[in-house]
């Protein structure tokens, strides 16, 4: 079946932050792994999972449309040196993706494409539940200072 | 050559060590004392040219941004950097972007 080429655009340049996200997730969760704050590590961990389930669901609706996916296209890699920046870049990830999924719904409605809308809706929902508890995380690290948030990290 | 860089990103600390094997990252402008080149990631590390070249008085400076940024590229120039190129440019070849500076 042939796609949208506005759908396709939208699917391929969400595809590429996807791809941005597992990676910054990964290196985030193997560094909070190596510094001892082993919590924060697995739920990292499980986001880049998260993520990478994302990504199939993208790349399976881009061969549905009889495209080829390109993974070779991959938005910018970051990783903080210390863990408040590594949420601060998370959660500008996740900004941005949401933002780009807002938009990416919106264009499947002007080409009646329901399929793809059905597949992107709940991306929205966990990508807010995400940015909901980087901000907890960040908003706990302002008020109970870094040293006694990491302090609690410990465990694990 | 003595080549100091202020970058917080520990992706751009990779590749910055990949092809400069000397490189010293610092934390602020007034560590930059002696280098000869400073390095500076203008998304984190903007505001501490003007120290870096109180530091380092006669070190080039190379600052690194987003491509569209001309702002930021205005301000570092205002700020004594030497020169300002984009991220794309500057990784694609570090080794030769300090060889230039």
């Known amino acids: ?156 | 050559m003595i080549v100091v860089a202020l970058a917080g990103d520990l992706m751009d600390q990779s590749k910055l060590r990949g092809a400069l094997p000397d490189i010293r990252f610092v934390r602020t402008g007034l560590a930059c004392a002696g280098a000869e080149v400073v390095i500076v990631d203008l998304d984190r590390f903007g505001p501490e040219i003007g120290a870096a070249r109180v530091a380092a008085p006669t070190a080039r400076i190379v600052a690194y941004g987003p491509h569209a940024d001309r702002e930021g590229a205005a301000a570092a120039v205002e700020a004594g950097a030497d020169r300002v190129v984009a991220r794309s440019l500057l990784f694609r070849d570090p080794a030769a972007v300090v060889t230039d500076a």
């Open chain 1, 1 to 156: 079946m042939q796609g949208h080429p506005n759908v396709l655009k939208a699917l391929d340049d969400l595809l590429a932050a996807e791809l941005a996200a597992i990676n910054t997730y990964f290196v985030h969760a193997r560094l909070q792994d190596n510094w001892g704050y082993k919590e924060i590590a697995q739920h990292i961990y499980d986001e880049s999972i998260d993520e990478m389930k994302h990504a199939q669901v993208l790349i399976d609706r881009i061969i549905y449309f009889d495209a080829i996916p390109n993974l070779n296209k991959m938005g910018r890699v970051r990783s903080g040196e210390d863990v408040p920046s590594q949420f601060a870049i998370a959660l500008e990830l996740e900004v941005a993706q949401r933002d780009r999924l807002t938009a990416a719904i919106a264009t499947c409605r002007e080409v009646n494409d329901e399929g793809t809308r059905v597949l992107l809706d709940p991306m929205v929902k966990e990508g807010e539940s995400t940015i909901d508890w980087l901000e907890t995380q960040l908003g706990l690290i302002e008020t109970l200072g870094e040293q006694a948030y990491l302090a609690q990290q410990l465990r694990g």
